[in-house]
Structure formats: structure tokens, C-alpha cells
């Protein structure tokens, strides 16, 4: 029983890491912007594809101590490239609709969603690419779990690059400046804070993150398909809400909390209720688990509490 | 002088307006955009094929054939739609559709209205039970699908228990039912009947559970990528009870998503005998790869039969080919195609169904049963 | 008055000597329409963001197809369950109204969002009831008073008149006194409670009849379409309704009715394009909305003002 718990523990912590650094890309768009970035999932799998090519591009040089700074090198180079993805998204498709209604922006990013994912099944493939691991097949026999060092390097990587984000949001005045629009535009645009250059900084930032979180997920599970955005992008929503959207440690706990409720719910649902309710229901209950979290407590885990006149940021058309 | 001019515009209205020359349109609906766009390509792909080949040979009475291909994305409300289209479009004869059996019940409705020859790859039991005469299907249904790598299992491999796991959609959860059924008639016990979300990537909360389980075998009923990720995972988590899955995993991305390692011994049922077992096959993955610069997909080869079918009911049906002739032709198909015999009941259904199981060995699918 | 009536009596009589395609189509855009003037409702009207509408007009689809086929050998006719589908989705609209009272803005939206999905899923899953993925085939043909609904030709004489009538009900509903009321929610929530509207009331007949409207047409859909399952019932179907109204033009029931036939015929025009059709959509979307983030039809251009410029009162 410590085994099969154990295991449960180590496989949601994986995912759990997964969903808080594509969560976090949520979190600082909607604080900044109070805009849900549908197409921030299709970040996510654009991120698994272009770190797909570059690995394959640069194959000949894997393996050794060359192999980890190329590993490193594509890292960074996705980043750089999905970031920039992102800013000229950001600059496209949501800037000329910061003064329109709530609505329109998300719509916006609900067509920028579609376009990327047509794009990558029509001219890239519409086949799942086998993605090779970072790291070998070495695995740890922990309480009769079995951990691999992949999923290790995953969690112990986003939990650096949550590290690193929180210390570039609260140390550095670029970081503070972001904090300062996300707080309130108008008041940090008083202050002389020209907010344009924080927003495309975030959504460099952003996506570049969901990017990384893409290609952690492909090395993970082997894999990366165009079609592979959607629903790892509404679960990592969820986690953003969870934890408390517009809160970047929300984002963070909120991730790692939705791994746990889902995985031990598709393991343990079917136990305590001896087959009644099926692991099937896995979605049902963590979908119910967010209205439950949203009716009682709206501000998530880590949000503010938020009372009912401070929940309208903007007219709503 | 009358006489003459009456005759020379009555003659050129008639040449004119005589079919003779115009192209026989073959229209098909299947999901293009969206997750399942790998399987509705390369099975139009298939098509498309069999009708290059028939053009090339001179067409229908010297017409040539146009394939119309067409989205539905999986969604019956499209497939309605284009049903109607390609209902009131005078120059499509026949039609290849649908793919999902919840987008065919409903297209057939309308399909049947309008007396269209529809043939289908959809496998749901359920496609066939309004006894549309127009309707055909030349593949073997969910009950062959379950039903014989049930069989196999029982008496070739001795199994006693299974895991059964399902990815909630139609079509999964279609055969994993009938395997079900085959299995516990035939004796074996099934030791849990689960479901996943066909858009999941990580199964081990499930097999994880499996694995308490310890079954000797352990049926997947969906679609790719999940198979291929379920696979994987579950060897990677250390199970090693025997695998089996269903036609959609008949493809080499099956081997690559699972790993070469992971994925031997799999057992994949599928519908047509070995590429390399008869000279028709050879050719067809040849000229596949030719055309599309990739392996046939799953259903290439089914899509190939099914317009071979209509092909060959459109030539018999001589000269003046009507979509009522073809419905009569199709009706009295008996035809050698690319999978073996294709001749259909009074339902619409094949007489003879085949199913072969393949054993991935070696980076490959070789034929496991039945061994000839 | 009579330059409105020539134009119904003109698509009476030529709409059904259409292609049936086309008729098809029709049918389509004005169930969608159907949809769009409920969701507009509490979208347009009371300003409450509403991401899981497909929840009710699922609920009026499956009911229509648990009642009236073989699933359970229940045989209601077609009038008797459009009260009761409808019905059952106003309750569910009320029930989803009152835990979220509390809610504003994005928060309603997600929360809206995963009711939504969880009715999807419980669809999906609750097998004995639903069947499941496999959905519900062969549902029995709708009759109303004696006539057989079979042909898109049929179901176009029953819903234009339907489609219609929701309108105007839908228009005297926002000129009443509860039409100011929502309108006072959506611009102020407070100071509306503050000159003493009850906004709890506002709130739950927002939901409830926005949610019925959307059960009648999931009722008509499953007779329509004659199988359901849960495909037709996802996060993306909501979104489309949404669109519908946004592009439109938000609150105007003109906006709803030139969004739902932009939105379902452009499409239908773009199947030349098979599998490109789906990219070219989502561009068409972003630039429609970058041009008129408004919507295509302005506030300005509601009903109000079409009555004007045909000179009435």
C-alpha cells in the first residue's frame, strides 16, 4: 500500500509540476491584462514541437557533457523563440483590443488558439512525434515506488524556474515594474511606468514558460502531437484558479495541487467507492473541486480574499 | 428547313446534356481537423488511390473519377450537413462516409432519403440496425473485433484474467465491451473494466492500479496516441501482462510513441492480411508510399477497399450509371479485394468477415493469427 | 407592419424551394439562433458571463432522447417533451443561478465554464442513463399536432415561426421592467441593489429563461439530428454560442441574428477548403474581431432603431 501511495505521490508531483509552470503563464497574463490567453495552451505545444526539431537537429551531438549543455542550449533557444512568439501575438491580436469590451481580447486569443493549431497539423504534422527522453532510463526503487530520474529532473527543474521567476518578480525593477502594472495600469502609468514594455515582457515570459513546461511534458511522456494543447491547457487553468489567478505562488501551489487531486482521485475514487465511481470521473471531480473552490472561496488558495464589488475590473461589453 | 434547325438543336442540347462526358464524382466525409486528423487523411488517402488507379486504367466508360473530400471533424452535425450536400449534388453517385459511427447513424438518415450508395467504415453494430438498403459496410464490425482477439486469447495464450481499459469514446468503447462479453462467455474473468479520457497523456494513476491487479492480459479499446502512451507506460511501470489493442494502433507510430522495447509482443488486431502476403498488398504500399511519401495509415487499406467496392459496382452497372444502379450492383458485390472476399448480406453487412491479429516484433507487425 | 410581414411571408414561401442543403443550413443557424437569444439574455442583457451554456441545451437534447426512444421504451410525444426538456433546463439554470449569486465577472465565466463540462461528463459516464459515449441512435421521428417532422423543409416551418416568436418575446422582454432591471445589473451591480432592484430575482430569471430557451432548442436539435451524444455537447459548442453573440454585436438581438448566419454559413462557404477550412476560420475570426471588437451590428442598430426606420409609432 506505502508503494502504490508512493508511486501516486511521485506521478502527480511530475504532472503537478507540469501544470503550475504552464499555469504560470495564466496567472501573469490575467493580472496583468484580466484576460483568459486561450491560446497559451497552444504555446505549450508549440514549445514541444520546436524543441522536437532543434533536439533532432542537433542529435549527433547527445550524449556526455556536450549532450547537457546542447539540452541546455535548446532549453534556452525554445524559450527565446516561443517568448518571441508571444510578444508578437501579444502585439497583434491583444493590443488593439486593451480598451474594448472584456470579451473581445479572449475571443482574439480563442482564434490565435485555432490558427496555431491548424498551422502545426497542416504544415508541421499531423502525426505524434516521438520525442526522446533527456535523461536515461535510470530509475530509483523508493518504498516499492518506482522513480525515474526524469521525473526528478521535471519537478526539481520547474521548481527551479518557479525559483527564478519569483526572484525576478520580487528583486529586479523590471520584475517589480510587472508587479506594479499588474497591480493597477493606470496608477503605474501615473507613475511614469510606461506599461507596454511589462506586458510584452510577460507574455515573453509567459509563454516562454509553457514552452519549457511543453517540452518537459514531451521528454516525459515520449511524445508531442498538435492536438495535445487543448486539454493540458484547461487543467493547468484550473490550477491557476485553484491556487488563485493573478497570484504567481498560486499559480505555483495551485499547479501541484491539481496533480495531487487528480491523480489520487483517479486512484483512489475507484477504491474508496469500490468501483462505483470509476477513475473515469477523474475530470468530473476535479471540474466539481473548481466550482467548489470558486463558489466558497473565489480568490483560490493563495489569491486575496476577494470581495464580490472587487471582482469587476473592467465593463464587461 | 425547320426541320433541320429543330434537329441539329435538339441534337446538340442531347449531346450536350449527356452524362457521357461529365466526371463521376465519389464524395467523402471524414474527420480532417481535428485530433483524428491522421486516421481521416490517410484513409481518403487510401481512397484516393484506388480511384487514380481506375482513372488510369480509363476510368468508368471512359468518365473519370473525382474524389470529394470533405471535413466533418468527427461531429455529426457537420456530417448531417455535408450529408445534405452531397445529397442534392447531382454529380456524386456514391459516398465514402462516415469514419466515426456517431457521425454515420445519423448521416445514413439522410443519405438513405436521397437513395445515395453510402459506404462506411464506421465498425458500431449499431450503424447497420435501421437496415438501410443503401447502406453498405465491406469491414468486419465491433463484434469480429472483440470478439476474435477474445477467442485468441482464451484458448491460444491460456489467459485467465484481463484488465480491460476503455478511452470513453464510441469506438473504444465499442470493442472493449464486446471483448468483455467474448471473454467472460468463454471463461476468463475480468478483473477490472476502467475508463481513461481519450485526451489523457498520463495513465498511471490507472495503471497503477492494474498493477495490484496482476492480470495476464490487458485490452485497450481506443485510439492513437493513447494506445501508444498506455502501452509505454505501462511497461515503464514494470507490468508485463500481454497487450492488446485494436486497428487504430496498426500503425508504425504505435512502435515509436511505445518504444521498440516496450511495444514487442503487443498484439494488434487488424483487418487486412500482412502487406508482403499477396502481390495486390505489395503493390498497394508501394504505390501508397509513392503517391504520399509516408506508411499507409491504419485504414489506408480500408479506404482503398471501399472504393474498389464502388468502383467495380459502378462498372458493372454499365453505361447510364445512376445512383438507384449502383445501390443494385453494390447489393450483388462479390468481389477479391485488397482484404480478402467482399460480399454483402441483406443487411448491408460483410458475409465473411476477417480479422488478423499482428504481433509487434522486431520494429514491426507480423502476422500472429490466423497463421496460414 | 407590413413591410416585416411581406418579409416572413417571402422567406415562407421561398425558403423550402431551396436545395435542401441550404435548407439545412437555415435549420442549423436557427437553432444556434435559438441558442443565441437565450444566451444573449444573460450575457447581452444581465451582463453575467455565462462559458458552459451547452449545459441546458444538452439537457433539452438528452431529455428528448431518454423520453421518446428505445433507450428506456419511453414514447412521449414531441409537444409534451419540448415543456418538459425546456422545463428541466429552467430548473437547471435556477440551480446554477443560486450558488453563484455571489459570483462576478471571470469567476462567474469559469465557474460557468466547469458546470458545463461537469454536465458533459456526467453524460459521458452515467452509461445506464445516457449510454454513454455511444450516444442515443434512433431516436423516434417528433410529431406535432399530427404532422410528421422528418425533412430540414419540416423543421424549417417549425422553428421560423418559433425563432420568431422567441424574438419578440425576447424584445418585449428587454424593453420590460425586467429588462431595465438587467441592464441596471450589468452596468452597476451595486447601485442597482442600492435603488432596490432585488438582484437575487434578476439574477435567477436571467439564468431560468435563458436556460429554457436553451433546452427548447436542444429538444428540437435531438428530434432534428434524431441521435445524440456527448460530442455535440463540449466547451467548444458554449464558446461557439458565445461568438455568436460577441461577433454579432453583444446585447443586440439584430447582432444575434446577423451572428448566428455569419457564424454557421461562412463555414459552410469555406468547404472548398477542406481541411484548410478550420485555419481559415480561426483567422476570420481574429480579424472580424480586431475590426469590430464591438460586434458587426452596433448598440446603436437594435431593434428599437429598426422599428423607427420602418415608421412605426
Redesign the interface.
Known amino acids: 500500500m506505502t508503494g502504490f501511495l508512493i508511486q501516486q505521490l511521485v506521478n502527480a508531483l511530475t504532472i503537478g509540476a507540469i501544470y503550475a509552470l504552464i499555469a504560470l503563464g495564466y496567472t501573469m497574463v490575467y493580472g496583468v491584462l484580466r484576460l483568459i490567453n486561450f491560446a497559451h495552451s497552444e504555446m505549450f505545444m508549440v514549445g514541444g514541437h520546436v524543441a522536437f526539431f532543434l533536439l533532432a537537429a542537433t542529435a549527433s551531438l547527445a550524449g556526455g557533457p556536450i549532450g547537457v549543455l546542447v539540452m541546455f542550449a535548446v532549453f534556452v533557444a525554445t524559450f527565446v523563440a516561443v517568448g518571441l512568439l508571444g510578444v508578437g501575438i501579444e502585439a497583434a491580436a491583444y493590443r488593439p483590443l486593451r480598451h474594448a469590451s472584456r470579451l473581445a481580447p479572449m475571443l482574439s486569443a480563442l482564434g490565435v488558439a485555432i490558427i496555431l493549431q491548424n498551422v502545426v497539423m497542416l504544415f508541421v504534422s499531423r502525426r505524434p512525434l516521438p520525442f526522446p527522453p533527456f535523461l536515461p532510463a535510470v530509475s530509483f526503487k523508493v518504498f516499492g515506488a518506482v522513480v525515474t530520474l526524469n521525473q526528478i529532473f521535471i519537478v526539481a527543474f520547474a521548481v527551479a524556474l518557479m525559483l527564478a521567476l519569483a526572484w525576478f518578480v520580487n528583486t529586479t525593477t523590471l520584475g517589480v515594474k510587472i508587479r506594479a502594472v499588474s497591480e493597477n495600469p493606470q496608477t503605474a502609468q501615473l507613475l511614469g511606468i510606461n506599461i507596454n514594455m511589462p506586458i510584452s515582457l510577460i507574455f515573453f515570459i509567459g509563454p516562454g514558460l509553457g514552452a519549457l513546461a511543453g517540452t518537459l511534458y514531451a521528454s516525459y511522456y515520449g511524445i508531442v502531437v498538435f492536438s495535445m494543447g487543448f486539454i493540458v491547457g484547461l487543467k493547468a487553468f484550473i490550477a491557476a484558479i485553484l491556487g488563485g489567478i493573478g497570484s504567481i505562488p498560486g499559480a505555483m501551489l495551485g499547479g501541484f495541487m491539481l496533480g495531487l487531486l487528480e491523480t489520487f482521485g483517479a486512484g483512489l475514487l475507484p477504491m474508496l467507492t469500490h468501483g462505483l465511481i470509476g477513475s473515469e470521473y477523474r475530470d468530473v471531480f476535479a471540474f466539481s473541486v473548481l466550482v467548489l473552490v470558486l463558489i466558497f472561496r473565489p480568490a483560490g488558495f493563495l489569491g486575496e480574499a476577494v470581495t464580490e464589488e472587487g471582482m469587476v475590473y473592467k465593463r464587461d461589453f | 428547313m425547320i426541320r433541320k434547325l429543330l434537329v441539329a438543336v435538339l441534337g446538340g442540347a442531347a449531346l450536350a446534356a449527356s452524362p457521357a462526358f461529365a466526371d463521376i464524382k465519389i464524395g467523402t466525409a471524414g474527420p480532417l481537423s481535428n485530433a483524428e486528423a491522421l486516421f481521416g487523411t490517410t484513409w481518403q488517402n487510401g481512397m484516393q488511390l484506388a480511384i487514380n488507379e481506375a482513372n488510369a486504367a480509363g476510368g468508368i466508360n471512359g468518365q473519370k473519377l473525382v474524389l470529394v473530400r470533405q471535413d466533418d471533424q468527427g461531429d455529426p452535425k457537420q456530417g448531417t450537413l455535408l450529408a445534405q450536400k452531397f445529397c442534392d449534388d447531382d454529380s456524386i453517385l456514391a459516398v465514402i462516409a462516415n469514419f466515426n459511427s456517431g457521425v454515420t447513424i445519423p448521416s445514413s438518415d439522410v443519405y438513405n432519403r436521397c437513395g445515395l450508395p453510402q459506404v462506411t467504415n464506421s465498425s458500431n453494430p449499431k450503424v447497420t440496425a435501421a437496415g438501410y438498403d443503401n447502406l453498405f459496410r465491406p469491414i468486419a464490425n465491433d463484434f469480429m473485433q472483440g470478439g476474435a482477439p477474445a477467442a485468441y486469447a482464451l484458448q491460444t495464450l491460456g489467459a485467465k484474467t484481463t484488465a480491460i481499459v476503455h478511452d470513453k469514446q464510441a469506438f473504444g468503447e465499442g470493442v472493449a465491451t464486446v471483448f468483455r462479453q467474448n471473454f467472460e462467455k468463454g471463461g476468463g474473468k475480468v478483473t477490472s473494466y476502467s475508463g481513461v479520457t481519450a485526451t489523457d497523456v498520463d495513465f498511471s494513476a490507472v495503471i497503477t492500479q492494474l498493477k495490484t491487479e496482476n492480470p495476464d492480459i490487458v485490452y485497450y479499446g481506443g485510439t492513437m496516441p493513447g494506445v501508444g502512451l498506455f502501452l509505454k507506460q505501462l511497461r515503464d511501470l514494470g507490468m508485463k501482462s500481454t497487450f492488446f489493442a485494436a486497428d487504430p494502433a496498426f500503425l508504425p507510430d504505435l512502435i515509436t510513441t511505445a518504444g521498440p522495447a516496450n511495444a514487442a509482443g503487443a498484439i494488434v488486431s487488424f483487418q487486412a492480411p500482412p502487406y508482403d502476403a499477396n502481390p495486390k498488398l505489395v503493390k498497394f504500399k508501394g504505390d501508397y508510399k509513392k503517391s504520399f511519401n509516408e506508411e499507409p495509415g491504419p485504414y489506408s487499406a480500408y479506404g482503398y477497399n471501399e472504393a474498389a467496392v464502388i468502383i467495380e459496382a459502378m462498372k458493372r452497372a454499365g453505361s447510364g450509371v445512376t445512383r438507384e444502379t449502383i445501390v443494385k450492383e453494390l447489393r450483388k458485390t462479390k468481389l477479391d479485394g485488397l482484404m480478402g472476399t467482399v460480399e454483402f448480406d441483406d443487411k448491408g453487412e460483410l458475409k465473411s468477415p476477417t480479422l488478423f491479429l499482428y504481433k509487434v516484433k522486431d520494429n514491426d507487425f507480423v502476422l500472429e493469427w490466423p497463421k496460414s | 407592419m407590413a413591410i416585416v410581414a411581406a418579409v416572413v411571408a417571402a422567406l415562407f414561401h421561398f425558403v423550402p424551394g431551396l436545395?435542401?442543403?441550404y435548407v439545412?443550413?437555415i435549420d442549423?443557424v436557427l437553432i444556434y439562433l435559438l441558442l443565441a437569444i437565450g444566451l444573449n439574455m444573460v450575457v447581452?442583457y444581465a451582463?453575467l458571463?455565462d462559458l458552459g451554456f451547452v449545459a441546458f441545451y444538452a439537457i433539452g437534447a438528452y431529455s428528448y432522447a431518454i423520453l421518446a426512444s428505445g433507450q428506456f421504451g419511453i414514447h412521449l410525444p414531441f409537444g409534451l417533451i419540448l415543456i418538459i426538456g425546456g422545463a428541466l433546463a429552467g430548473v437547471a439554470g435556477v440551480l446554477l443561478g443560486i450558488?453563484?449569486l455571489?459570483?462576478?465577472?471571470?469567476?462567474l465565466?469559469?465557474?460557468t465554464l466547469?458546470?458545463g463540462?461537469?454536465v458533459r461528463?456526467?453524460m459521458?459516464?452515467l452509461v445506464w442513463m445516457t449510454n454513454?459515449?455511444?450516444?442515443i441512435?434512433?431516436i423516434d421521428q417528433p410529431f406535432l399536432f399530427g404532422f410528421a417532422l422528418k425533412?430540414?423543409r419540416d423543421f424549417f416551418l417549425l422553428l421560423l415561426p418559433l425563432v420568431l416568436v422567441a424574438l419578440m418575446l425576447a424584445w418585449r422582454l428587454e424593453c420590460s421592467i425586467l429588462g431595465l432591471g438587467w441592464a441596471a445589473i450589468?452596468e452597476d451591480?451595486?447601485a442597482a441593489r442600492g435603488i432596490g432592484i432585488n438582484t437575487t430575482l434578476v439574477k435567477l430569471l436571467a439564468f431560468g429563461l435563458s436556460a429554457t430557451l436553451g433546452g427548447f432548442a436542444g429538444v428540437i436539435f435531438a428530434g432534428f439530428?434524431?441521435?445524440v451524444?456527448p460530442?455535440?455537447f463540449g466547451?467548444w459548442e458554449s464558446?461557439t454560442i458565445?461568438?455568436i453573440i460577441?461577433?454579432g454585436g453583444?446585447?443586440n438581438l439584430v447582432g444575434v441574428v446577423v451572428g448566428a448566419a455569419v457564424l454557421i454559413i461562412v463555414p459552410?462557404l469555406l468547404?472548398e477548403y477542406?481541411?484548410?477550412?478550420?485555419?481559415l476560420?480561426?483567422?476570420?475570426?481574429?480579424v472580424m474581431?480586431?475590426v469590430r471588437?464591438?460586434g458587426i451590428v452596433g448598440r446603436r442598430y437594435n431593434p428599437a432603431w429598426i422599428i423607427q426606420k420602418l415608421g412605426w409609432r
Open positions: 436545395p435542401t442543403y439545412r443550413v442549423t447581452g451582463g458571463l450558488p453563484v455571489r459570483l462576478r465577472g471571470d469567476y465565466a469559469i465557474v466547469g458546470f463540462e461537469i461528463l456526467l459521458n459516464n454513454g459515449p455511444q450516444g441512435s434512433r425533412t430540414p450589468r451591480q451595486d439530428q434524431r441521435f451524444d460530442v455535440s466547451f464558446l458565445v461568438l460577441v461577433i453583444v446585447g459552410e468547404r477542406s481541411e484548410y477550412r478550420m485555419l476560420y480561426g483567422c476570420a475570426l481574429v474581431i480586431l471588437p464591438g
